[in-house]
Each structure stands twice: as structure tokens, then as C-alpha cells.
């Protein structure tokens, strides 16, 4: 989305994307938005046709008769079925707008889920939401704009020029369609102007909306760094143009509106006057007189609203457009079209054995993070990864659970490429508890039940025991219904991390993954914690990221990463008496206190 002509979904394929099933219901509320419309404008153009016969037989002066009271019943009804025609056409089409909102969201958002951690590293965050906004109001409008306001006014347009025609001539219909075609290229010239213009409009707008969320939800953030009078300056020179951006759309909307109504009453005072012509001239009457000025009204007021479409469609399609590009990408991480599928759960298949076989990988192609590691993780067994800040420690769990893919080498489970396997097959045998634990805005129940959904309260319960937090959650007034707050803002970090080891001990992986999960604790805390991690890993394959080598001194292989190569390996003992790197790692820490 960010080059000059990015790909773009087609509207078309969009369309067949959105295509629900079953597919009867949908096109038989259709069907009868249809039948309403076409209803609704052939009422509009009889309507004006029975008062010019009304007021026909009352301009010759002749007294109330039966052939009167006939035609004010006909005009009654007509006016009775063309105020209820359009509530019923609203009623009908407002379920389709509603389903088809909801459907472009959802599409959305499903795509949004497969695209890579490179793509999200790389966005807005605020920006999407907008974007998904947007495509679901354009997707609605664009359903409005045609049951609403094409056919009426198409098939109104056309049943209003054939009664000109065999009621009049064709110099009434040259001179409506002559101003019609002024009004329609002015209206054109209009719109592109107008569509440049919000384009513009949207990418100050999709600025504006990450700025305020971007700031909201650092506000921690800024408080501590005393910066909430600079994010408020920041915000308004972000709002700044969006309000230039807002205030030239507006001038262009009224602009050409003044432009299009003066086209409007020029030719308004013509054919009136052509009308006026041949009353003199005893050409038409009064009553032919009364029906021109209403079908002059009426057809304006078509072409007015046929306007107010093509514009809407172009808004729409200039609003639709970033929702296009966003489902035109490709996702970089994709399941194979014919995947391996593994057991799932450690009870029900053990731990998964896990091979690296010179496996290369860098954010930036050009300056690789990781260089030729090759290493095996037997099934149940514990390897340890260490090293220094920037190490590659944390990147090579990102591989492990394919938030990247490697450039060279492959990783397998159960000798599987882990390419191989179904990404939700790949990711059910994982449990991840991250350096930085992000909570859902949601109870700590729920937060907990989110590592396998469907769990119960007593499951939610003894994980979150085992996780050395129950006792904290039962102390509180609303105890597991306590809701956590923005990024669980109300909890401490280490109060975070219990949440996400609850977690991870509920959803009983085959593949545990601790990336410093205990690096927020206390130590006190940590020795419990370390404690039911070491039963938790017991006969369990994992996977652990640490800075603290006291918290893997126990483990089966100990890996050393240095500049993104292996460059040491063996067990605590081996790695102690090699005196290399991991034993000056381990001395520096004794000698701070910090082991």
C-alpha cells in the first residue's frame, strides 16, 4: 500500500468474495427491493399525470363531479403506495446493508490475520481499523447507491421523457436532455476534482486516527516522560491537515453545487417559457402546463440524484480503495496447499522433537540475524539458548512458530518442514510465554481461557494456581471476572507474566516456548515459578530464551549465540569447563549478584 500504484483487488472479485452462502435468501430480498423500486417510479411519474387531468377538469370550471372524485381517490392511492413504497424498499434493504457491513469487516479482518509480522511491523495499526472502517461503509453505500437511487431514477427518467414525448414534442425533450448533458459534464469534471481531493482527505484522516491511538495507548509512556502538552501539539498538526484536507472537499462539494443549480434554473426558465409559448399559441392548457413544471422538477431532481451516485461511487471507490490493495496482498506466510497435519496436545502425543538444519534468516535479507544454526531438540528434552542482547535468541523462537520464514535452511517437527504443516496445525503445538506479555482488555479469567478456548472455569482455575496467581485473582472483589484493563495496564508486570504462564499451562502444548519468562518476576516469585516450569517442561519439548543462566542450568543442551552463530553448545557442566564464552557469561553473573 505504500508504492505509487499498488495491486488492487478488483470491485468483481471483491464481490465474489463477498458472496454469502446460501445464496437464495440474499437475492429474493433483492428481487423485492426491485419490485418496490420499480413500483415506487412508475407511482412518482403517474402521480403528476392524474393532477394535470384533476386540475384539467377543474380549470373549465365544471363542479365537483364523479370523474373528479375518481381521479382524487386515484391520486390518493398513488400517493398512499409511493410514501409506503420506499419505507418497505428501506426495511427489505437494511438487513442487506447490515449482512454486507458485517461481511467486509470480517473478510477484512481474516486477511489481515494471515498477512506476515513483516507486513505488521511495517503498519499502522490505527491506520488498518480505519481502513476497515472505511471498506465497510463504502461497501454499504455502494449497496444504498444502487437500490436506492439508480434504478428509481433510471427507470423515473425514463417512463417521465416518454410521456413528454407523447404528450408534448420533441423540442421539450431536446432542451431537457441538451441541459442534462451540460449538467452531467460539469458534474464529471466536478467529481474527479472531488476524488483527488478525498483521497487526500483519507490519508490525513488515516494519520490523524493512528496519532490518537498510537498516543493513547503509549500513554504510560508519556506520562512518564511528562510529554502529554507535546502529543497534544503533535495531534493537532496532524489534525491541522486533515482540516485543510476537509475544508477543500467542502469547497468543492458546494462548488460545483452552485454550478449544477444554476444550470438547473437556466433550464427551468427555458422550458417553462417554451411552455408559456404554446399556452399563448393554444398548443397545451393549464393542466399540460402544471405537468411540465412538475416532470421539469422530477427529472432534474433525477439527474441531481443519479449525480449524487456516480459521486457516491467514486467516494466509495476512492474509500474502498486501500480495503482493495489490503486484500490484493499476498500473504508471506501461508499453510501448503495439501499440509501434514501432527497430533495435538501433550498429553495425547508427548513433546514434538524439533531439528534447526542450517537455518539462515534477517529481517533485512542484505544482514542476516541468524547464520547457519543447526541444532536438534530431542522430543521431552530442554535446549536453553543464550547469549547477548541481539543475539538472535527471540528471532529464533519467531521461526520456530513461522512468524518469518527461514532465507536458507528448514526447521521440522517430528521430521516434518514445519512449511509442510497447516499453520494452525503448526501453532495448536505451541505454548508461548513472551518477554512481554500482552493481555487482552477483557476479565483475567478470559485471559487466561484464551490459550484453549472452551476450557473450564475449574481448568481456568487450576492453571492459574499452578501459575502461582490464583490466590492473588480470589483476593479481589470481582476475582477471575476482574477485568485487566488496555494491554492489562492494571496488572504489574510480574502479575502479566503469571497470567501468560496460566495460560501456556492450560493449554498443555507439545512445544513450550519461554522467552525470559520469568525475567518481570521477583525472586521469591521466580523460584516458584521455576519450579512448576521444571514440572510443567518434565517430558515436554522446550524451547528456552534466557538472559539469567541460573534459570537454565538444569537444562538437557545448552546453546551459546554469539554475532548469530553457535558458538558454543553442550551442558551447563561442559559449557563451565570449555571456560569460554557461557563460563564468562557465567562469572560476569556471579559477580553481580545476578545469577
Known amino acids: 500500500m505504500s508504492s505509487l500504484n499498488p495491486p488492487r483487488l478488483s470491485l468483481k472479485a471483491f464481490w465474489v468474495l463477498l458472496r454469502p452462502h446460501p445464496l ?15 413500483l415506487e417510479s412508475s407511482v412518482s411519474v403517474a402521480t403528476p399525470w392524474v393532477f394535470s387531468h384533476m386540475v384539467q377538469q377543474l380549470s373549465g370550471g365544471a363542479l365537483v363531479t364523479k370523474a373528479i372524485v375518481a381521479l382524487l381517490v386515484q391520486y390518493a392511492f398513488l400517493r398512499f403506495i409511493e410514501s409506503v413504497a420506499g419505507p ?14 458485517r461481511r467486509v469487516v470480517l473478510l477484512g479482518l481474516e486477511h489481515i490475520y494471515r498477512l506476515s509480522a513483516r507486513f505488521h511491523a511495517d503498519r499502522q495499526t490505527g491506520a488498518l481499523t480505519r481502513i476497515l472502517d472505511r471498506g465497510a ?34 423540442q421539450y425533450v431536446f432542451l431537457l436532455l441538451g441541459t442534462v448533458i451540460l449538467y452531467a459534464i460539469i458534474s464529471y469534471i466536478f467529481t474527479k476534482l472531488r476524488m483527488a481531493a478525498r483521497r487526500q482527505r483519507n490519508q490525513a484522516n488515516n494519520a490523524a486516527h493512528h496519532h490518537l491511538v498510537d498516543g493513547i495507548t503509549n500513554l504510560e509512556t508519556v506520562r512518564a516522560f511528562g510529554n502529554e502538552r ?36 437556466f433550464a427551468t426558465i427555458l422550458l417553462l417559457g417554451l411552455a408559456i409559448i404554446d399556452i399563448v399559441h393554444h398548443r397545451i392548457g393549464v393542466a399540460q402546463f402544471v405537468l411540465i413544471g412538475t416532470y421539469i422538477r422530477n427529472v432534474y431532481a433525477a439527474v441531481g440524484a443519479l449525480n449524487y451516485v456516480g459521486a457516491g461511487w467514486r467516494n466509495a471507490r476512492v474509500d474502498m480503495e486501500n480495503y482493495l490493495e489490503l486484500l490484493a496482498l499476498t500473504p508471506e506466510i501461508a499453510s501448503p496447499p495439501q499440509p501434514h497435519f501432527l497430533s495435538v496436545g501433550h498429553k495425547e502425543a508427548g513433546g514434538v522433537a524439533v531439528e534447526f538444519s542450517h537455518v539462515s534468516f534477517g529481517y533485512d535479507p542484505s544482514r542476516l540475524i541468524l547464520k547457519d544454526i543447526t541444532c536438534c531438540i530431542p522430543a521431552g528434552k530442554t535446549l536453553a539458548v543464550v547469549g547477548q542482547t541481539g543475539s538472535g535468541k527471540s528471532t529464533l523462537a519467531r521461526l520456530i512458530s513461522r512468524l518469518y520464514d527461514p532465507i536458507q535452511g528448514e526447521i521440522s517437527f517430528d521430521g516434518y518442514d514445519i ?45 492459574a494456581h499452578r501459575a502461582q496467581i490464583g490466590d492473588f485473582i480470589e483476593s479481589l472483589p470481582n476475582g477471575y471476572d476482574t477485568l485487566v484493563g488496555e494491554r492489562g495496564l492494571k496488572l504489574s508486570g510480574g502479575e502479566k507474566q503469571r497470567v501468560a504462564i496460566a495460560r501456556v499451562i492450560l493449554r498443555d502444548p507439545r ?49 551459546v549465540l554469539g554475532d548469530g552463530c553457535i558458538v558454543e553448545e553442550g551442558t551447563h557442566a561442559t559449557l563451565l569447563a570449555l571456560e569460554g564464552k557461557y563460563a564468562s557469561m557465567w562469572s560476569a553473573q556471579a559477580g553481580r549478584g545476578s545469577l
Open 137 to 170: 461503509d463504502a461497501a454499504g453505500s455502494l449497496l444504498d447507491l444502487s437500490l436506492s437511487n439508480v434504478l428509481p431514477n433510471v427507470i423515473g427518467l425514463l417512463l417521465t421523457f416518454g410521456v413528454i414525448i407523447h404528450v408534448f414534442n420533441w
Open 230 to 265: 507535546y502529543e497534544v501539539t503533535q495531534h493537532d498538526t496532524v489534525r491541522a491537515r486533515l482540516q485543510k484536507a476537509d475544508i477543500r472537499l467542502q469547497y468543492l462539494v458546494s462548488s460545483s453545487q452552485i454550478v449544477r443549480n444554476i444550470i438547473i434554473a
Open 24 to 38: 437464495r435468501p440474499i437475492v429474493v430480498r433483492i428481487l423485492l427491493a426491485c419490485g418496490l423500486l420499480l
Open 88 to 101: 418497505l424498499r428501506d426495511i427489505i434493504v437494511v438487513p442487506l446493508r447490515a449482512f454486507l457491513k
Open 419 to 463: 512449511r509442510s504443516l497447516s499453520l494452525d496445525n503448526l501453532r495448536q503445538q505451541l505454548g508461548i510465554v513472551p518477554q512481554e506479555c500482552i493481555l487482552f482488555n477483557a476479565s483475567i479469567g478470559d485471559n487466561i481461557a484464551y490459550g484453549r478456548v472452551g476450557a473450564s472455569f475449574e481448568e481456568v482455575r487450576e492453571a
Open 511 to 559: 512445544l513450550l516456548i519461554l522467552d525470559e519468562a520469568t525475567s518481570a518476576l521477583d525472586t521469591q516469585t521466580e523460584a516458584r515459578i521455576q519450579r512448576e516450569l521444571s514440572s510443567l517442561s518434565h517430558g515436554r519439548t522446550t524451547f528456552i530464551i534466557a538472559h539469567r543462566l541460573s534459570t537454565v542450568q538444569d537444562a538437557d543442551h545448552i546453546m
